[in-house]
């Protein structure tokens, strides 16, 4: 007895929705082992202890974690789409956090107004949650990168937490098993 088409469909959807997530796993962990060297290298290397600068956009948090042993990188510089980035080093367990922030008044600001806060005139962006910022030049990005680590860290009280999908999956989960447990009692 087989199964009407549109089980048949579905299931066919559905391999060919796992061998994409599949490649695209795999594609990620080969563009980390060949980026590692550049990785450690760039370590290796650094001019400030907490400043890495990457000559290219390569995935560096794996190799980063692995060799940072005492978490003195807080920023990672690095080219992509016509200007230079620089993203915060995140801590991953119970929650997501950054090492450090960037600057809180740079939040959420935009080329004009983040230039003349930050005193660069090509800053392009900060994002709002302030892990990630770019300008248009090296230079410039090197200059806010000193300022973002000179600058004293704000503390903030009942900050919202920045989780990823696999966190919420996670606590959606233990919500229903502990919902479905009680129900059964």
């Known amino acids: 007895m087989g199964f009407p088409e549109s089980v048949?469909?579905?299931?066919n959807d559905a391999v060919g929705f796992a061998e994409d997530?599949?490649?695209?796993?795999?594609d990620q962990k080969v563009s980390t082992l060949k980026a590692?060297?550049?990785v450690i290298d760039a370590y290796n290397n650094r001019k400030r202890p907490e400043l890495l600068v990457l000559d290219n956009s390569y995935p560096w948090e794996r190799?980063?974690?692995e060799i940072d042993k005492n978490k003195e990188v807080?920023?990672?510089i690095y080219p992509k789409e016509e200007g230079y980035y620089m993203q915060t080093v995140r801590e991953y367990g119970e929650v997501r956090k950054d090492r450090k922030s960037l600057p809180e008044e740079w939040a959420g600001k935009r080329e004009e107004e983040l230039s003349r806060i930050v005193g660069v005139k090509d800053a392009v962006f900060c994002h709002s949650s302030r892990f990630i910022a770019k300008?248009?030049?090296?230079?410039?990005i090197l200059k806010m990168a000193d300022i973002a680590i000179s600058k004293p860290e704000q503390k903030i009280e009942?900050?919202?937490?920045d989780r990823n999908v696999f966190d919420i999956l996670r606590l959606i989960l233990q919500n229903k098993l502990v919902i479905k447990i009680r129900r059964n009692r």
Do not use: C, P, Q
């Open 8 to 11: 048949d469909a579905a299931f």
């Open 21 to 26: 997530i599949l490649e695209n796993l795999i």
């Open 158 to 161: 009942n900050r919202v937490v």
């Open 135 to 140: 300008a248009g030049s090296f230079e410039s």
């Open 36 to 38: 590692r060297t550049f």
């Open 74 to 76: 807080l920023f990672v």
């Open 63 to 65: 190799t980063l974690k």
